[in-house]
């Protein structure tokens, strides 16, 4: 159906940060190791606090989408990491590199006509792809925007 796949191709649209949404490889590129646990003052979170926010989120909302087993992490604790900086030299890649593998897997979840987009998830209270996939895009475009902001007090965002 024509208007199916319109309404996939808006969807992948905002999750790949299209209109207003920000793109997350320009919010995350060349931000320097030694800012990634900094605090602005008057702000409360680092740029790790939030790149590790978005990818537990973002991958708790995925897994919940395809996996009727899947388990939430504890709201909210379970979904900010506990340092403000990364637990090691390697953890920022790690993140940058599964939030990238969640957000594909989301995205090819709405492509695939198989995915019935309107449908509830039979395992949910009434929630369908289309608007956990939507709520990806709104949550991650919102938390991006925080980390835009981060950067910009840090020094560390050219406009």
């Given at each position: 159906m024509?208007d199916?796949?319109v309404l996939?191709e808006?969807v992948?649209?905002l999750?790949?940060g299209?209109?207003?949404?920000l793109?997350f490889d320009?919010?995350?590129a060349?931000?320097p190791p030694?800012l990634r646990?900094?605090?602005p003052?008057?702000?409360?979170?680092t740029p790790?606090?939030?790149v590790e926010h978005?990818?537990?989120?973002?991958w708790?909302?995925?897994?919940?989408?395809?996996?009727?087993?899947?388990e939430?992490?504890?709201?909210?604790?379970?979904?900010?990491?506990?340092?403000?900086?990364p637990p090691?030299e390697?953890a920022?890649d790690?993140?940058v590199k599964?939030?990238?593998?969640d957000l594909?897997?989301?995205?090819?979840?709405?492509?695939?006509?198989?995915?019935d987009?309107?449908?509830p998830i039979?395992?949910?209270d009434?929630q369908?792809?289309?608007?956990e996939?939507l709520?990806?895009a709104d949550?991650?475009?919102?938390?991006?925007?925080?980390?835009?902001t981060?950067r910009r007090?840090l020094?560390?965002?050219a406009?």
């Open positions: 024509e199916d796949k996939r808006h992948l649209y999750l790949g299209g209109g207003a949404h793109d320009a919010a995350v060349e931000l030694n646990g900094t605090k003052n008057g702000l409360p979170h790790w606090r939030l978005v990818r537990i989120a973002q708790d909302i995925l897994e919940f989408s395809r996996n009727s087993n899947h939430s992490p504890p709201w909210p604790a379970g979904y900010w990491p506990k340092s403000d900086a090691d390697r920022w790690r993140s599964a939030f990238r593998a594909q897997a989301m995205q090819d979840l709405v492509a695939d006509d198989a995915t987009l309107l449908s039979p395992w949910g009434g369908t792809i289309l608007r996939a709520l990806v949550h991650n475009a919102y938390h991006l925007g925080q980390l835009v981060v007090m020094g560390a965002w406009d």
